[in-house]
């Protein structure tokens, strides 16, 4: 599977923007697909995450209200929809596919393929 996130930016504080991340080379539909992100000097964290359906998410505490997390598998593309964003948001936003997805879907270890990430920067 291979996987391609944009949407990334330069935004100010208080604004939003919506990644995307679409996936190639696999059965889109089977796979839990998470959002997790680095920011500058600090390790990389998870974010959002949707079980294969759709029917699940879960999201960091810091994320949650803010940002959404959606799938479209028809179009094999999920998205992370950011709102109210803060500068503390600046990050590198990878996207992720995990196969045998256990729920809440934080960890890391267990996902398969990995984007290459893209670069959102929140001024104030």
């Known amino acids: 599977v291979q996987l391609q996130a944009s949407g990334g930016g330069l935004v100010q504080a208080g604004g939003s923007l919506r990644l995307s991340c679409a996936a190639s080379g696999g059965t889109f539909s089977r796979y839990t697909m998470g959002w997790f992100r680095q920011a500058p000097g600090k390790e990389r964290e998870f974010a959002a995450a949707?079980?294969?359906?759709?029917?699940?998410?879960y999201y960091a505490d810091s994320v949650k209200g803010r940002f959404t997390i959606s799938r479209d598998n028809a179009k094999n593309t999920v998205y992370l929809q950011m709102s109210s964003l803060k500068p503390e948001d600046t990050a590198v936003y990878y996207c992720?596919?995990?196969?045998?997805?256990?729920?809440?879907?934080?960890?890391?270890?267990?996902?398969?393929?990995w984007g290459q990430g893209t670069l959102v920067t929140v001024s104030s």
């Open positions: 949707i079980s294969s359906s759709g029917i699940r998410t």
């Open positions: 992720a596919a995990d196969y045998s997805g256990s729920y809440p879907y934080t960890r890391q270890y267990e996902y398969d393929y």
